[in-house]
């Protein structure tokens, strides 16, 4: 047998080395880089061995068999139910909601069997939190606290679940390789051997995956490639929505997001996140703008919130909660240099509501807005909505799905809706309501000029 090979695996991005090195070459990662060793591999026998090709038209099975989850988001991000046979990852920061979420489902789902593999916390603590999930716990739904896949798997082969769950990948380890649970390895092997009893067994198989707070992934990362599915749980762990993204769907979408809000009974799915957005607006409040982001193929509306006050430093403040701060410094240059606001000697705040990270630049305008009314000490009208980039002369651009989200706001009886001078004479022009500009000066000047 070939002696196996050694390689070096960076934790957070996943790039190899040959040798080990105290930072990463390719993401710049310290002490990131981890043993790995490659299984040799069987050489040209395997190639030899392989199926015979067939006429790609004569390929004969049934069509992918999907599982209502009994919750329209979730069902939705997996794109219409949960693949009979599949590996789905599921990941997210630690307490933002996995276990939450996946026991919920397990209490849910009308017929399935779960075996809910549960490696961080007793099946005592499970059922306490399954029981303020809901007041009956169905039959079908199994535990064990098991740390050795291996277990898990014949575990299986007796109960054949429908579904497994396995809370957490960091736990769970294999006699297989060497290395203790939770490296690189392990995760590997692990991850291995749980897609190879997705396929014997036909049993769905969610992994939950542990995101490290800088929003690096480390482990999951490196497991992507191996699962059908990729799903992450992001947001706030303390205020707002959660959102459920697929990055990978080899059975839909990557587009769909769900929105969910923590309760004292769990994650309750939230159809129409805009409709919060309207409900907690208050009239006359300086230092806020409504805009619309559109997040996969939602929209979603939402308030920005800023405040600026004279600086007691030498340095002004800049804070951004929820928005890049580069974005925001050159928003604020724009005010300063194009509207002729003086901001630069002020400390500014800014924050998105509702637990949101925000990278559209559709919202550029709501910023300013925001900015400019923080800084003129004078209310929006209340149910005023901005959308539109700001480039650095000031002049407001048009940005992607401009329709869906003037849709959205119209839905929720927003007026104004500001949108650049480009799309108001679109589509858009046929709306009442739809009030269109081509500078970010005009738009201050008409309501805090
Ligand atoms: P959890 O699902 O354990 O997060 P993860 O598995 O991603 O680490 O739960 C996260 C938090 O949610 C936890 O701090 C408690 C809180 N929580 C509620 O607010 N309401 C509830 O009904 C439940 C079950 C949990
Ligand atoms: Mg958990």
Redesign the pocket.
């Known amino acids: 047998m070939a002696k196996p090979k050694r390689r070096y695996v960076c934790r957070a991005c996943g790039a190899v080395a040959p040798r080990w090195m105290g930072q990463c070459p390719a993401c710049g990662e310290w002490d990131s880089l981890e043993e790995e060793v490659a299984l040799p591999s069987a050489g040209k026998a395997a190639v030899l061995e392989g199926k015979a090709p067939v006429a790609l038209r004569d390929v004969t099975g049934e069509d992918v068999m999907r599982w209502d989850m009994a919750d329209p988001e979730l069902n939705r991000v997996l794109g219409g139910g949960l693949v009979k046979g599949s590996l789905v990852l599921f990941g ?1 920061a ?7 979420l996946l026991l919920q489902m397990a209490l849910n789902t009308p017929k399935q069997t779960v075996l809910y593999v549960a490696g961080e916390e007793s099946p005592r603590q499970v059922k306490m ?1 399954a029981e ?2 809901k007041n009956t716990i169905r039959e079908g739904l199994l535990i064990v606290d098991q740390t050795d896949v291996a277990a898990v798997l014949s575990a299986c082969q007796t109960i054949k679940p429908d579904i497994l769950i396995v809370d957490s990948l960091h736990t769970l380890s294999t006699a297989v390789v060497d290395g203790p649970p939770g490296s690189i390895s392990q995760l590997k092997a692990v991850t291995y051997q749980l897609m190879q009893a997705a396929r014997d067994l036909e049993m769905a198989v969610i992994i939950v995956g542990h995101v490290t707070k800088e929003g690096q992934v480390a482990g999951p990362r490196l497991v992507e490639h191996m699962v059908d599915v990729v799903l992450y749980l992001e947001g706030d762990r303390q205020v707002g929505f959660r959102l459920l993204r697929a990055v990978k769907n080899r059975f839909g979408a990557v587009s769909e997001i769900g929105v969910y809000v ?5 994650l309750q799915p939230v159809q129409d996140p805009s409709a919060h957005f309207l409900t907690e607006r208050r009239a006359g409040v300086a230092g806020v703008a409504g805009g619309v982001t559109v997040e996969g193929i939602r929209p979603l509306m939402l308030e920005v919130q800023a405040l600026v006050s004279p600086s007691y430093y030498q340095i002004p403040q800049r804070s951004a909660t929820g928005y890049d701060p580069k974005r925001l410094q050159m928003l604020l240059a724009v005010l300063e240099k194009r509207v002729h606001k003086a901001v630069g000697g002020q400390d500014v705040f800014l924050n998105i509501t509702g637990g949101f990270r925000i990278k559209d630049t559709a919202l550029d305008l709501a910023v300013v807005m925001a900015l400019a009314s923080a800084h003129a000490d004078a209310a929006l009208p209340p149910r005023a909505v901005f959308v539109g980039e700001v480039g650095l002369t000031g002049e407001l651009r048009p940005v992607p799905f401009m329709e869906m989200r003037i849709d959205e706001a119209l839905r929720h009886g927003a007026e104004p809706i500001v949108v650049p001078a480009a799309v108001g004479k679109g589509p858009a022009s046929r709306y009442a309501g739809v009030r269109s500009f081509a500078t970010v000066r005009e738009v201050v000047d008409e309501w805090l000029g």
């Open positions: 997210g630690p307490g933002i909601g996995k276990s939450t939190r303020r999930l923590m309760t004292g009974q769990g």
